[in-house]
């Protein structure tokens, strides 16, 4: 069966498009935490445990929440939506804040909190929380945007029934420099929704072109 | 679908630099946790299990000599002289080759060379070091690979998952051999973690015993050769079967209350590999002897009924290894099955969780053949996976 991406979020340089649509501009980014903190505001997202997040794991969720808010509940049966996502830096940014936390040993102050996100795949599991998904869950590590092995993974998870749908992409961030991009990808099916963007292949060219929307121009305003 | 063997494993531990030297501490029952007083890892004396770096260093120069005379040991780190030793052991003795466009390297690693934050090394090495892709292109131009390595970094299952997802790879086709190498050392970043959560041990842990009071960490490397080639099985016919992994969506940090997840992954996993669960003869668990952990996974392994099968945990030998867990104890599980017997569970005397379950507390004597390796880990995710005998 034909696998598709029916849906899918970007954020870079100031961005924020679903399906086409342009929702969300900051042409000067001051800072990550200002620029997700106006989106969580402007789409009226209700959801306190999204304060308590690191910068990886707001990004990732946000992407999800994007996708998923306007999905019909019990579309996905328990367990057959999957999460399998990738970046390039892993928790670093994480990492680097928890250093500073033990740098010194006469202001020596590690923190559960924030050391529980020095962990890359903790972002997929605040989605599955929030969304109370059960099924498979991956997290990759390459270099740049690897096409390949999430089309290698995802399609394992689809082609053998291991999961019905799965959200799949790339979600990084360091320092300032973030940039992400989450498809929701699943077989050809009479219940998947047609969304104002139709949908595409899942395949190398759809996930590259989705990756670099900004270069593309591909949304309406 | 396409079979995939196990065709060669190593283990480097505070017990060992080989498989074989590994399990002859098991099979003698002896802990590599030891009281370490190292001010580089922590303020207080803490136990952990710790590969030896004298050992390393000079197990290291000799490799070096063979592969790459023209690099100086002091470019590498400590992460990646184990992962590198590792990886050349396992491939010794095989007829792999690195340069293949067939092979493929799978790493798995949790936190890679995350000691470089710290100030004593940052002027030593290239800052992009601390990434954890630049780990596997150290070992990718070490040995010659030629395909991308997959980078897998899923908390404590990135080693179950790695070897789900490299067999998974071997049976579409696209690759025939995977070297799945996983590692992650004992740093003051890690140590001063699980000691902010509480989470630490003050003396070797004890997995599923009543007087366990969590975990002790450790470090180490973890290599299995997997392959679809007929031809390529010198540990006659172990294979590896179905494999599965599950969310709790339940708690970043703390296990399921049930077991639910865990369990679905089990049943999932032994339903792909064609068997049912009463053929399951050996369990070797995730055990980390923290009062959740273990008391979760006897709760999963009771509701996929499984009470009486024989379960044991590494973690009272090498503590936790993170992302290099899963391989060290599958690898350990692959001995098991080759070599007749069943490692006693170390650090466990009296049963401590809620659900009866067969804690194995005198090494077995008898070969298992169908054996269910599991893992969990923060972000709430599990992983299981079953190995078997032809």
């Not at chain 2, 071997?170 to 970043?189: P, S």
């Not at chain 2, 055990?287 to 709760?299: F, L, Q, R, W």
């Not at chain 2, 099968?309 to 391989?327: E, F």
């Amino acid at each position: 069966m034909e696998k598709m991406i029916t849906a899918y979020t970007y954020f870079g340089d100031g961005k924020v498009v679903v399906n086409k649509q342009l929702i969300f501009y900051q042409e000067k980014i001051a800072t990550f935490a200002e620029f997700i903190k106006a989106l969580y505001k402007q789409e009226q997202i209700s959801y306190p445990k999204f304060y308590k997040m690191d910068s990886l794991s707001k990004l990732g969720f946000m992407c999800s929440e994007l996708l998923l808010r306007h999905e019909k509940p019990g579309r996905f049966k328990p367990g057959s939506l999957a999460v399998v996502l990738a970046n390039s830096s892993s928790s670093l940014e994480t990492d680097l804040i928890y250093q500073d936390s033990i740098r010194n040993r006469s202001a020596y102050f590690p923190s559960p909190s924030v050391f529980v996100y020095t962990l890359a795949n903790i972002v997929i599991g605040e989605i599955c929380i929030r969304h109370s998904l059960k099924g498979e869950n991956a997290f990759l590590v390459s270099e740049k945007f690897n096409p390949r092995q999430l089309l290698d993974h995802v399609s394992d998870l689809l082609d053998n029934n291991r999961a019905g749908a799965c959200l799949c992409g790339w979600v990084e961030i360091l320092g300032n420099s973030f940039r992400a991009m989450v498809a929701l990808v699943e077989k050809e099916n009479e219940q998947a929704p047609k969304t104002n963007f139709g949908s595409m292949p899942f395949n190398e060219a759809s996930l590259n072109e989705l990756m670099n929307l900004t270069e593309k121009s591909i949304w309406k305003n | 679908m396409k079979t995939v063997y196990t065709i060669s494993e190593n283990i480097i531990s505070s017990l060992g630099f080989t498989a074989r030297e590994n399990a002859e501490s098991l099979a003698a029952g002896i802990t590599g946790i030891k009281l370490h007083n190292e001010l580089n890892l922590s303020a207080q004396p803490v136990p952990l299990s710790l590969v030896d770096t004298d050992r390393l260093e000079q197990n290291f120069d000799t490799i070096l000599h063979k592969y790459r005379k023209d690099h100086k040991p002091g470019f590498y780190t400590r992460l990646e002289k184990m992962l590198i030793l590792s990886v050349a052991d396992a491939l010794a003795g095989t007829s792999v080759r690195p340069g293949d466009e067939k092979v493929l390297l799978v790493l798995s690693t949790t936190k890679g060379n995350i000691d470089l934050l710290e100030d004593r090394f940052t002027a030593k090495f290239d800052h992009k070091r601390i990434y954890l892709w630049a780990v596997a292109n150290i070992l990718r131009d070490f040995f010659g690979f030629i395909n991308m390595p997959l980078i897998i970094s899923n908390a404590c299952i990135s080693g179950v998952l790695a070897l789900i997802a490299a067999s998974r790879l071997l049976r579409t086709g696209k690759y025939e051999t995977a070297l799945v190498t996983g590692g992650d050392i004992a740093t003051e970043f890690v140590i001063s973690g699980f000691q902010s959560f509480q989470a630490l041990s003050s003396e070797p842990c004890k997995p599923f015993d009543l007087h366990r009071s969590g975990l002790s960490l450790g470090e180490g490397c973890g290599t299995i050769v997997l392959s679809s080639a007929a031809g390529e099985d010198p540990n006659n016919g172990i294979l590896v079967m179905g494999g599965s992994v599950s969310n709790d969506a339940n708690h970043i940090s703390g296990p399921s209350r049930t077991g639910e997840e865990l369990s679905m992954a089990i049943n999932a996993a032994i339903s792909e590999s064609g068997t049912v669960n009463r053929d399951i003869d050996y369990i070797s668990a995730h055990g980390t002897a923290t009062p959740y952990n273990d008391e979760m996974e006897s709760k999963a392994i009771s509701l996929s009924e499984m009470n009486d099968v024989p379960v044991n945990s590494y973690k009272g030998y090498w503590g936790h290894t993170l992302g290099a867990s899963g391989l060290m104890e599958s690898a350990a599980l692959i001995l098991c099955m080759r070599t007749g017997r069943i490692f006693k569970s170390a650090g466990f005397e009296t049963p401590g969780v809620s659900e009866r379950i067969n804690v194995v507390s005198k090494t077995i004597q008898k070969p298992p053949n169908t054996c269910l390796k599991i893992a969990s880990g923060f972000g709430g995710c599990n992983a299981a996976l079953v190995f078997q005998k032809t």
